[in-house]
């Protein structure tokens, strides 16, 4: 393990969505770029055919140093009255069927927030956590950032990826980051990050994504991963989930 | 937050603060050394005390953004950068000499000698649009040149660079800028064009040979927006002998319509950098403004004033390339010269703001004196470029999308790739001949042009015909009987 004063770059995931295929290019992708520690964001299971493997595979990183908070949809598997659509519903229903009881626990003992130095990690937003809002426009954005004192947020939970800030007269500004390309998160502001998903992109862009921080740089880089997105479609078609689900993956949306 | 840390002696990351050689409205420039460095630096400082200008802040956290990532000669070097966190510092080159501001008391300035400064701007524009950067503040205090004569473009407060956050776009509920220079689409609140520096830098042509701007000097919004749907008078009706071609340039600078100007920096560059090609329409010969129904139109339609949706910057200057087609005019050429056409035809035919340099090189003998009439008595030079024009003709190219060059040299390679390198040009077409002894014995033109381009290279050969098999040793063919 490394020491934890020499971590900087940090690797984060939300959205996995139970999608195998997507979340191991995206973990290759980011050791190979050398990211020391894993943050993950929310939203392991539900859509997708591999909860088992993907809780697992989380399970494992957080007891090597990773930290975890809980999504909407980890929430679902213990809470059944969690409001949502028809497709996601079977697909939690399905997925509580496989879990294993210490999956089953690890998912409702997450946190919903952590703070790490000056950052928060949270899956919907942090002005009200449990309530699962989307941040949609800068005013969303703008309630998120005043709710904490981190300068940086990190979310998920919306697929759609983009950056906003916060001046220090309170004015706001929005952007959708080209992938790979490394933005610098300037001190004079604060910053709340949204990231796409890594197993449902929804931005009409079937390559997985996530996020690399450095924090001594601070510079953020959206990342796109291309994976095998037939076959994580093969795989919920095989297990009877519901077939927009596969075909979403497709075309991104 | 008061600027303390910055004093004479003091060390900041390193950086040794020298004396203070700038106090502006928004900032402070300091000269600073680095251990065992000799290049001169400056450090610039924002001013960010109780009451400041908000757009000092801004202005400088989008220069602590743009300037590490710019490179080349046309920006300072950056040398570090220091945050909000403790104190908020640019250290860049130092340019030695003045702005082009120092000009102004000396317009105007003679038309050749304003052509050149405005082509070497533009060289720097094409440069800075390349690294996903549009300037927005182009004006002559924004301006330098190095020694070796390279215009360099200081100043990226208010800069929008395609890849990073743009933090000016909700800051201000007025565009901000220097108001005689803005383009008309930046009073809509565009600020993702690039064709907006053009415009700035057709208002700086326009002054420095005038002496007259064109759109005063009003710095309030209601004079600023008059430039919406009011044309300014054409130079030659303040200056009567104002050169055509140069009118037809500034005018299609101050378009109103972005889309109505140069596609790119590049293509002005190259415009400027050929006067006598210039394609002179109605814009040239203009002596008054757009008539009163024309200006009303504009005002009132407006369709006419709606931003566009957006298209990114990369994209959109890879549209508008200076494709160079490289020609051999001898006799017995026609084949490769119908199939070069071909392939000419089709890259223009996808990029409708492409633009086409037809070359052809006179090659100068070594030893005898060149003689410029031939044997009959004709112009070798114009009956190049005659045979040039002909042969572009079938491709029906608007005149203003199509240049011909006849170089002169003794190396027909070296000058095709001076020519390119010269004129920022974005894809070279060559053709390839066959079987020809001048190749056996001086080596390929169009295999050194394809190693040694800086641009893509596409090498053309005549469509294959039936194929000519060795057939020497084995004494088959796929023709021969048997």
Redesign the interface.
Known sequence: MVDAEEIVLLAIFTDIHANRQAFSACLDFARARGAQRMIFLGDYVGYGADPEWTVETVMDLVNDGAVAVRGNHDNAISTPSESMNAEAQAAIEWTRGRLSAAQRRFLSELPMTLQEDDRLYVHSEASSPGRWRYVQS?ADAARSIVASDAQITLCGHIHLPS?Y?M???A?????V??PG?P??L????RWLAVLGSVGQPRDRNPAAAFAMLDTETREITYCRVPYDVDAAAQRIRDNGLPLWLADRLMVGR | MVNTLVEPGAVIDGFTIGECVHRGGMAELWSVTWPDSDTPMLMKVPKVSEGEDPAAIVGFEMEQMIMPRLSGPHVPACFGAGDFARQPYVVMEQIPGETLYQRLRELPISYEEARAIVGKIATALADLHTQNVIHHDIKPSSIMFRPSGEAVLIDFGLSHHNQLPDLLQEEFRLPYGTAPYMAPERLLGVRDDPRSDLFSLGVLLYFFTTGVRPFGESETLRGMRRRLWRDPYPPLKLKADYPPWLQEVVLRCLEIEPVWRYPTASQLAFELAHPDQVKLTARSERRDRDPLSTVLRRRFNRELTQPKPKAELAAQLASCPIVAVALDTAEGADELNEALRVTAGRILATLPSARLACLNVLKLSRVSIDKTLDEQGNNKHIDRMVSLRHWASPLKLDDNRLTVHVLEAMDPAAAILEFAAVNHVDHIVIGARRNSLARTLLGSVSAKVATEAACSVTVVRPPRLAAVPELAGTGKGPDKES
């Open positions: 800068t950056l800030s001046s220090a007269a004015k706001m500004t929005s952007f980051p080209a390309v933005v610098p300037l001190g004079g502001r």
